[in-house]
């Protein structure tokens, strides 16, 4: 199990997180971020989900954009994979780096974690295998070039995954816990967070609306071939490594059923009004 931070950097996450969340997240939500996101919770979430992408078959090298406090890459460093982290939040990197030089994990913190803008990443062309963005697409002024940065430094054939909240969507805002509207313009929502007794700094300085369709469409505009969850297992029974997953795909071949169970996944996958974005991308 990756080793969570000790109780002295625990005091200081803790005391930047009141700071950086005061009028936005109540007390027990604050909490919850720090057990959720600095703990390994989300981290190990996050990295089944890479398993799954992947088909178990982990990657040499990978790189997260926007690796906050560094807990997805510590749970993948701890698993085999030359992992690093990007950040551009100055304190947030330096926790990272604190973190990782308690944690005894393989490697030097100072080449895991780099200060760096996603938008302008600091990597050759064709560096790493794997590319991930957990809940960055909505924090940067830019996406579509943020989009442009992944691609240009994975290899061909590489894989980006990608996850963020869709706020073409009737949902919870991600950061505030509150009921929104579809692309509620921001004017309003300045007003309808001041009348919820919270401050919409957050909301003027760091959250950026993006819809699934539009993220979609900017990944296929940069040249990713888009990856629907569930179709290559439909289609190839044999390579499904659950046994009941394995089951319906070649019952659904069976029943000659396979296109319309394809359509039915990439309907889904696309709907615009999906609460979040999941992207699983390649460079071909």
């Not at 600091?122 to 909505?138: G, K, M, Q, Y």
């Not at 990944?219 to 297992?233: A, H």
Request: glycine content about 6%; hydrophobic content about 35%.
């Amino acid at each position: 199990m990756t080793p969570n931070p000790d109780e002295t950097l625990k005091t200081e996450v803790m005391q930047h997180l009141w700071a950086q969340y005061a009028g936005i997240l109540t007390e027990s939500q604050i909490e919850k971020h720090y057990r959720t996101y600095v703990d390994t919770f989300e981290a190990e979430k996050m990295f089944r989900h890479l398993d799954s992408a992947l088909d178990g078959r982990m990657p040499k090298t990978l790189l997260d954009v926007g690796c906050g406090f560094g807990s997805f890459v510590l749970v993948c460093r701890n698993r085999g994979i030359e992992a690093i982290g990007a950040e551009l939040a100055e304190f947030d990197i330096r926790f990272a780096h604190k973190r990782y030089e308690v944690s005894r994990a393989p490697g030097v913190s100072d080449s895991v974690y780099v200060r760096a803008d996603g938008l302008n990443l600091p990597f050759p062309r064709d560096s790493f295998e794997v590319v991930t963005l957990w809940n960055l697409i909505e924090h940067v002024p830019d996406y579509r070039q943020l989009i442009r940065e992944t691609y240009r430094v994975l290899k061909p054939g590489g894989l980006l995954i990608l996850m963020g909240p869709n706020y073409a969507a009737f949902r919870r805002e991600a950061h505030y816990h509150l009921p929104w509207f579809p692309l509620l313009p921001k004017p309003v929502a300045r007003l309808y967070l001041r009348l919820c007794g919270r401050n919409p700094r957050f909301l003027d300085t760091s959250i950026f609306y993006c819809t699934n369709r539009g993220v979609l469409n900017a990944c296929r505009e940069t040249g990713y071939r888009i990856l629907v969850p569930g179709v290559d297992k439909i289609l190839h029974p044999e390579s499904c490594r659950s046994n009941k997953t394995r089951r319906i795909a070649e019952w659904t071949k069976r029943l000659h059923i396979q296109s319309i169970v394809n359509s039915l996944l990439s309907a889904r996958h696309s709907c615009p009004f999906k609460p979040t974005i999941l992207i699983r991308a390649k460079k071909d």
